[in-house]
């Protein structure tokens, strides 16, 4: 057991020379989150370069850099700030950290080891977008990053960084710490603001579709992801083309991937997007280094909770978006969770059901119901009690959430078809459909163990996945 | 009783003054309230809507709404096991059902003391480091069943308390933004124009 805040694997992680780091370049030193180290490091380089250019001048390179939100969507983030309707005041910064995706950490520690990367992130981001409040609101449950982020901001303002006349221009701009309470539909960009304007963090209807038309207070907002502003400060400092010299060309740069669950070396790894593919990150010496007491591969997870599925046929797919999408699903918030052999399927799929349907807001009928209701269905299954009729209504609760053709992986051994995603939806965002994606997974790549518990009520002896009933938190 | 302390009030104050708008500030005044009691009481919902100007209703609404608030008294360490995939693929319902036994009490309720809650919880966002637990939002990663005995000996014996405070605390240290440096909020319908370093004029404004 360790302790938070103190990362022992951070140096063996991170003290490579080889492999580009944009992000996680500071979080082999243990005082990473100083402003003492920060300075020692290029720190706040970035905004000076930036605050010698215009505005629209470090606009362009943002958007020549191509660089992709790091949230889930991977929609470009300078085109995201150009989306602000023209004349409109004022405009605010909302800074994403609410992550609790399944599988997904890197802006926590983003928050926890490198604080003032983020906060000058959020200064080149409203400088050049013209944003003049910035609400940094993270996750309730991280308490060290909140203490981390609040030294910093302390620590920023008292060296002239943040507030009025920053660096002794007129560009001024107030940095907000703001608490979150524990809700995952918050991540979720509208229902975020909602939260920030004091209410319950229910998702707003669309459209209108970006709220960088109406946002927090009615007003022009963007909110970026913590990992996405975290990229601003190499951008600002080495230019676009440095970036895009990394990655590939509709991947550039580098993304920090989780990989969790049944592999010999769980970590956060940064990996050059796009080329890096899921074979070297779960089997490559200088990732995870395959899988635990040398088990076989049973499927994977590429792209946190919400997204569907892969089997070993896929491990040579890139993280390049549109090669994920057509294999069948999706990059998502950067989270691989790796199963071996040992699993019981049917029982890690329940995992995820529960979380979605303990997750939804209850403003969707399709997701609060269905959700609800592929749980019982689910966990009644696990136990032993499932019936033919079950595995028939999770599909048709299924097509309520999600109708029509549902995305999953190719499987040469089930003689299957990729089906591309995205899927299409009846809810207004992601959680309900999210509920369904894992038990769809489930069962169209491994309907034989479905058959087992259900039809054949086979009695299984191991169970490395137990199921808890819903309670508590 | 358990309205926020004139302390309290004053850093209250000093919050909403952060927002554009007053309630912006709930969710943050919620919190300093269970930090003061432990938990949410109704007189300290009242409390927070009179400092906001809105209705006490209101911020029940938003409270309930929220995982970490609770609304019942809750020991001074709350512990939350999470459960979900990554954790429960390297042991994380076993270790639960461990901890269950070693505190005497099923999760969701209190020890006789009062002085842990057990819960369940939902991804803790450090799923490599699994299976992992919060005291009071404070992880502790790679968690097996002795060192679980090991921090709730450490708990009762108060050897963690300058590492771990009370329940409801969230930061042992928060924002002070000083005044001399401080841009200020303004609501946005007193805002005309863009700010002063945006320096091309846009079509019509």
């Known amino acids: 057991m360790s302790a938070q805040g103190s990362y022992p694997w951070a140096a063996g992680y991170y003290d490579d020379g080889d492999r580009p780091q944009i992000v996680t370049s500071r979080f082999k030193y243990e005082d990473s989150h100083t402003i003492e180290r920060y300075h020692a490091t290029g720190g706040y380089e970035g905004l000076k370069k ?66 003032h990367q983020l906060i000058e992130g959020c200064l080149i981001a409203c400088y050049a977008a013209g944003l003049s409040q910035c609400f940094l609101y993270i996750r309730g449950e991280m308490a060290v990053a909140h203490e981390r982020v609040a030294k910093a901001l302390d620590d920023a303002y008292a060296h002239g960084y943040i507030g009025r006349n920053i660096l002794g221009t007129d560009f001024s701009v107030d940095i907000v710490l703001h608490w979150g309470a524990g809700a995952y539909v918050v991540g979720e960009e509208t229902a975020l603001i909602e939260s920030l304007e004091g209410e319950r963090g229910m998702p707003r209807l ?56 049944h592999v010999e070396r769980p970590g956060v790894f940064e990996i050059v997007n796009g080329s890096t593919t899921f074979r070297d990150l779960i089997y490559g010496d200088e990732f995870s280094q395959g899988m635990r007491e040398g088990r076989e591969l049973k499927t994977f997870v590429p792209g946190g ?43 890690a799929a329940l995992t995820l059901v529960k979380f979605y349907a303990h997750e ?22 696990v136990a032993g009690n499932g019936t033919d009729a079950d595995l028939a ?72 996945v137990t199921a808890v009933p819903v309670g508590g938190a | 009783m358990s309205r926020l302390n004139d302390q309290n009030v004053a850093l209250a104050k000093e919050i909403i003054a952060r927002y554009p708008k007053k309630k912006s500030a709930l969710i943050p005044l919620v919190h300093l309230s269970q930090q003061q009691n432990g938990y949410v009481t109704e007189a300290a919902m009242k409390h927070v809507a009179e400092l906001i100007d809105v209705t006490p209703a209101e911020v029940y609404g938003t409270a309930t709404f929220y995982e ?36 005497g009490v099923k999760a969701g309720s209190t020890t006789d003391d009062g002085l842990i809650t057990l819960q369940h919880a939902e991804c ?11 005291v009071n939002y404070r992880h502790r990663f790679r968690v097996t069943p002795a060192e679980f005995d090991e921090l709730v000996d450490d708990l009762r014996a108060g050897k963690l308390d300058g590492e771990i405070p009370p329940h409801g605390t969230l ?18 319908e007193q805002v005309d124009g863009a700010p002063a370093w945006v320096t091309i004029k846009e079509e019509g404004s």
């Open chain 1, 50 to 115: 930036a605050l010698s250019m215009r505005p629209e001048e470090v606009h362009d390179e943002v958007r020549k850099s191509t660089l992709l939100g790091r949230g889930g969507a991977g929609f470009p983030a300078g085109v995201k700030w150009g989306f602000t309707p023209q004349g409109v005041w004022p405009r605010y910064l909302v800074v994403n950290g609410d992550e609790s995706e399944p599988g997904t950490y890197k802006d926590r520690l983003l928050m926890e080891l490198d604080p």
């Open chain 2, 68 to 103: 970490m608030f609770r609304f019942e008294p809750t020991g001074k360490y709350l512990i939350n096991i999470c459960g979900t995939m990554s954790c429960a693929l390297m042991g994380g319902h076993d270790l639960m059902h461990h901890a269950e036994h070693k505190l």
């Open chain 1, 360 to 381: 939804s807001c209850g403003k969707c009928v399709p997701c609060r119901e269905g959700g609800t209701w592929l749980y019982r269905i689910v966990e009644r299954i």
């Open chain 1, 206 to 261: 669309k459209p209108p579709y970006f709220p960088a038309a109406i946002g927090l207070y009615g007003k022009p907002t963007i909110v970026n992801n913590v990992e996405t502003l975290s990229n601003l400060p190499f951008i600002a400092l080495n230019g676009s083309a440095a970036y895009t010299a990394i990655g590939t060309e509709t991947s550039p740069g580098t993304r920090m991937i989780a990989v969790s669950g």
């Open chain 2, 171 to 188: 930061g042992r240290n928060r924002q002070h933004i000083p005044a001399d440096r401080a841009v200020g909020a303004v609501p946005p």
């Open chain 2, 124 to 134: 803790q966002a450090a799923c490599t480091e699994a299976p992992t637990l919060q």
């Open chain 1, 305 to 347: 909770g919400s997204a569907p599925w892969f089997l070993p046929d896929q491990l040579d797919i890139p993280f390049e978006g549109r090669e994920a999408s057509s294999a069948g699903s999706m990059l998502g918030s950067g989270a691989v969770m790796v199963m071996d052999d040992t699993t019981d399927i049917p029982a």
């Open chain 1, 393 to 464: 209504t999770i599909l048709e609760v299924g097509e309520s959430i999600c109708p029509g053709d549902m995305p999953h992986a190719a499987s040469a051994r089930l003689g299957l078809d990729a089906v591309p995603f995205p899927y299409k939806m009846t809810t207004i965002c992601f959680v309900g459909p999210s509920a369904y994606v894992p038990i769809h997974s489930a069962m169209t790549l491994f309907p034989e163990e479905f058959e087992a518990i259900v039809t054949k009520r086979e009695v299984r002896t191991t169970i490395p």
